[in-house]
């Protein structure tokens, strides 16, 4: 933190500033000055003089006086980190009759005191220089909210005469947000605000533009041309700038002499107002239409700290100042050389003219970087000519090169493969077509997509675009996670000052990123602090965006997970909507997927690497998994060590990895263990199995053969079979046997006495389906879920069976998600959700036959100590009429008796651990003790239900309509 004494020095410089040796602190810092008898008063720096000693500071002397600060008084100056803002100010003239001036030239007054003073403190005096010989003393009365504090764009500034004169001035009005009764907001005090708003922007420009020569351009890198050999060599020149003949005007191409002056217009208050003298070189028509702009190298915004599209005043200097003597300062090390270096870099360039500026870091060729100062001091820049070659006196001197850091985004960070996943690069052209420049109203744009799915990353890409050649649109982001929270007064501020800058900048475009965390959708009770707050800030954006981009070239375009997560007022299912263009970033296929994962590997050394088997296992990945998936199998590679410096990757460590991803799309989604079964585990049923391998296991493993098929392929199937068949058993063997995830799902866990509720937990459970693709969606009991529509008395159930017909064969795609149903009464089904292209395929599970049996109690027993003469070929013979469940039970009653005879032949309290085997006794004692859970009856009405549902018609006996559900 600086903090230092220094001696006072008087100069008549009109502004209020304290300026310091560059050296000591840079412009746009603040201090305390402590003088006297601990008198206190407080500066913001200003480091443009030149001359001033590092134990000197510099103060006007008239405002000095004011201060009772003497000249070559010794004072201290410590550094303040930093100022609150403040929102409202009142002054008053010292002086009553000066009051009058002030009303003949407050606007002049208004647009100049922003140049002369920043700091101000209540009970403060300072100077309000008008024109070049008047002078206005004013007085401090009030500073709100925070005394002391720095003013700022959005101060409100009230001119208060001695005499009780109520009459106000505002400088540049901060806007207020206001409530209205009946109303979170007022639209036609939101408008009034905003149209000043432009009024005060409006008012910048003409503080510039003072004559009719001055003309207002754009600046564009020069960079972002697709360059001629002859521009390429025109551009070397760090101080040509170029422009279109067709925007040049006729006063200028008449004069012969092109040397300008470019100062910068900007709503930071920071900024010094830095001149740059350029020479202007014209285009020819070999390029699109370049409109308003002014084309420059980076070196310029880098001077001015500005970015793409800021606005200048290009002022013509009628002749070219005398320079004798050119400094160049520059590091120690290259001192023996610099000299000769700079003539040649001079003579270069001498024949066709170039300008060169003070004080700016240029690189002269060998990478020498240097600084120039010029005599006389009074020369504002020197122009280069054979004649100064000749006649002008070179000197070196040893100084601090300083880089300057470019804080504009020039750079093009779109990565190479960006553009090509997914539908990027098709709504990345339907996006520059909305916001074409040519165009004279744009329309907003909101981009959806899942999380994880590159909705920032694609931001990065359009803003590349956008500023780049033809379109040349300045581009600002808001994230909206940052800014959640914040009080509806500090976004509505936060809005003003931005849409300040893009109205100076325009044609421009506002990113919103993430817009969903910031206007939230109200759910549950609206008189909620979440839903009021949602709905005030969601309400008051849509007024303000709409309204300022009504007026002004200046795009809107936001990410979001989806339109159904955004707030009513911001995108509703109806009406007039604030972005009319909606785009949703698809999934990534199995090309996008490889040729990511190819990108992101190929530095290394790649050892039979299987990208097609890979493709396959990240089947349901947006492009943070894949990301995250290379990552870890490069830390994979490493850990098996590494002796070069690329890692050898091999598909070993790819498999390794697989199982440590933690896939995004799977969050918040309850994914259901399959089990250690497959359809070896399990007995008879093998025509059911064998149209599982048809439908869920071929489309998996062979994916390609399948795309190419001209029909939609069956996702839905339907089991149905009696209690105790196997049908809950087989859905989750099918989705270990086939590599899928697996989503189980109790009919009645998805109801809700809720209105809405119930279509809301279908609607997601398929959403989460969509996200955790391959998968099967597995609903249990679907009769309880599904019943005939116009036979419950609650309607819940007839709205959850239209939610899932949509969901079913809707316009969504049900892609890598298979629908797998489960009843044992498939008549009480509404036939609608039966109809082809929903559960198009029924499959019955029946009642096991002896061999089928036989086979189930071999596979249950495989893991049992069977006794040489367990014969199951007996139970087998003796269990007709019995479900698998039932066959299980009888083993399991089995294994129990073997415990109880060693129970029964144990006579210590310890006994060590003993193996019992199950003989043909215990098989047949267990036998006799269980009976079949579906009696003889009971059978035969299944069959007779089943045997009518085959044929297509309804049971009379179970006429629909019996049962309502109560939910």
Not at 15 to 36: E, M, R
Not at 266 to 279: A, C, G
Not at 397 to 413: A, H, K, M, R, Y
Not at 890 to 916: F, G, M, N
């Amino acid at each position: 933190m600086f903090e230092r004494i220094l001696t006072i020095k008087y100069n008549n410089l009109k502004n209020s500033f304290i300026h310091l040796n560059p050296k000591c602190l840079k412009t746009g810092s603040y201090v305390q000055l402590t003088y006297g008898d601990n008198k206190v008063a407080y500066f913001s720096v200003s480091a443009s003089v030149v001359g001033t000693d590092s134990d000197c500071c510099s103060l006007n002397s008239a405002y000095s006086k004011i201060l009772g600060i003497e000249e070559n008084e010794l004072v201290t100056v410590s550094e303040i980190s930093n100022f609150p803002t403040v929102n409202r100010m009142t002054i008053a003239p010292v002086k009553a009759h000066e009051y009058e001036i002030l009303e003949l030239v407050a606007e002049n007054i208004q647009l100049t005191l922003l140049d002369q003073i920043r700091v101000v403190n209540t009970g403060q005096k300072f100077i309000i220089w008008v024109g070049s010989n008047i002078s206005v003393g004013v007085y401090v009365e009030n500073v709100e909210p925070k005394t002391p504090g720095v003013i700022d764009f959005l101060t409100e500034v009230v001119i208060n005469p001695n005499c009780d004169i109520s009459e106000k001035s505002n400088l540049l009005t901060k806007p207020q947000l206001q409530k209205d009764d009946g109303s979170v907001f007022n639209t036609e005090k939101l408008k009034t605000l905003i149209s000043d708003t432009q009024t005060d922007i409006d008012r910048h420009f003409q503080r510039f533009t003072k004559s009719n020569k001055d003309v207002i351009r754009r600046l564009i890198p020069v960079n972002n041309l697709p360059l001629t050999e002859s521009l390429r060599e025109q551009c070397t020149n760090y101080f040509n700038a170029f422009v279109p003949k067709e925007s040049l005007p006729k006063s200028w191409s008449d004069t012969g002499f092109m040397i300008f002056s470019i100062k910068l217009l900007s709503t930071d208050l920071s900024s010094d107002n830095k001149i740059i003298y350029i020479k202007l070189c014209i285009f020819d028509k070999a390029y699109e239409p370049l409109g308003n702009n002014l084309f420059v190298n980076s070196i310029v915004f880098q001077q001015f700290g500005s970015q793409l599209g800021c606005r200048v005043v290009l002022s013509h200097v009628q002749e070219k100042p005398v320079v004798n003597e050119i400094t160049v300062h520059t590091k120690k090390n290259y001192l023996l050389k610099v000299e000769e270096k700079f003539k040649q870099y001079l003579v270069k360039y001498c024949d066709s003219g170039m300008v060169l500026n003070p004080n700016i870091l240029i690189d002269i060729g060998d990478n020498i970087k240097c600084s120039l100062t010029f005599s006389p001091a009074e020369a504002k820049f020197c122009f280069v000519d054979e004649d100064l070659v000749r006649n002008c006196k070179f000197l070196v001197s040893e100084g601090t090169v300083t880089l300057v850091e470019n804080t504009g985004s020039l750079q093009n960070s779109r990565s190479k493969f960006e553009e090509n996943v997914a539908n990027f690069k098709d709504i990345l052209n339907r996006i520059t077509s909305v916001f074409s420049a040519t165009k004279n109203s744009w329309e907003n744009v909101i981009i959806t997509g899942r999380p994880g799915t590159g909705k920032t990353a694609f931001l990065k890409i359009l803003n590349d675009k956008l500023n780049s050649y033809p379109n040349f649109i300045f581009t600002k982001t808001i994230h909206c996670k940052s800014i959640k929270g914040k009080t509806v007064d500090s976004l509505f501020k936060l809005l003003s000052t931005t849409f300040s800058e893009l109205v100076l900048y325009q044609p421009s475009v506002l990113f919103f990123d993430d817009l969903h965390l910031l206007c939230e959708p109200v759910k549950g009770d609206e008189a909620a602090p979440n839903s009021i707050y949602s709905n005030r800030v969601s309400e008051m954006m849509h007024a303000y965006l709409g309204m300022v981009s009504r007026f002004n070239q200046i795009g809107i375009c936001a990410t979001a997970e989806s339109t159904s997560s955004l707030n009513k007022n911001i995108y509703s299912s109806r009406g007039s909507h604030l972005f009319k263009n909606l785009y949703s970033i698809s999934d990534l296929s199995k090309p996008d997927r490889i040729k990511l994962i190819k990108t992101f590997v190929e530095q290394n050394n790649l050892v039979d690497v299987n990208f097609d088997h890979l493709s396959i296992k990240t089947e349901g990945y947006v492009i943070q998994d894949v990301v995250d998936y290379c990552k870890k199998t490069i830390f994979e590679a490493h850990k098996d060590g590494c002796d070069t410096e690329k890692v050898t990757v091999r598909n070993e460590h790819f498999e390794r990895a697989l199982k440590n991803v933690c896939v995004l799309s799977l969050q918040n989604v309850h994914l259901h263990s399959p089990g250690p079964k497959d359809f070896s585990d399990i007995g008879g049923l093998h025509d059911v199995k064998k149209i599982f391998i048809e439908s869920l296991m071929w489309p998996a493993q062979y994916p390609n053969i399948f795309a190419k098929a001209p029909l939609r392929l069956q996702s839905g199937l339907l089991l149905y079979g009696p209690p105790g068949t196997g049908k809950t058993v087989l859905a989750a063997a099918a989705a270990k046997q086939c590599g899928l995830r697996l989503i189980s799902i109790k009919g009645p866990e998805l109801l809700s006495k809720y209105i809405g509720a119930s279509e809301q937990a279908v609607r997601d459970i398929f959403q989460k389906a969509q996200s955790a693709r391959p998968c099967i969606l597995f609903f249990d009991e679907f009769d309880s879920l599904a019943p005939r529509r116009g036979h419950d008395n609650t309607g819940v159930t007839d709205r959850v069976v239209n939610q899932l017909l949509t969901q079913l064969d809707g316009v969504e795609s049900l892609s890598g998600v298979c629908i797998l149903a489960a009843t044992s009464r498939p008549d009480l089904l509404d036939p609608a959700l039966l109809r082809p292209g929903r559960l198009d395929r029924q499959i019955l599970c029946p009642l096991p036959s002896k061999n089928d049996r036989l086979e189930i109690l071999k596979a249950l027993s495989k893991n049992l100590d069977m006794s040489a003469d367990a014969d199951l070929d007996v139970i087998a013979t003796a269990t007709k009429g019995y479900t698998g469940a039932d066959l299980q039970s009888v083993l399991y009653s089995a294994q129990l008796s073997t415990i109880d005879d060693l129970l029964d032949d144990c006579k210590e309290p310890l006994l060590e651990v003993r193996k019992s085997k199950i003989t043909q006794e215990h098989l047949e004692a267990a036998l006799g003790k269980t009976r079949p859970s579906l009696p003889e009856q009971e059978r035969r009405r299944y069959e007779r239900i089943y045997a009518k549902f085959q044929g297509g018609t309804t049971v009379d006996e179970f006429r629909a309509g019996t049962r309502a559900t109560l939910a």
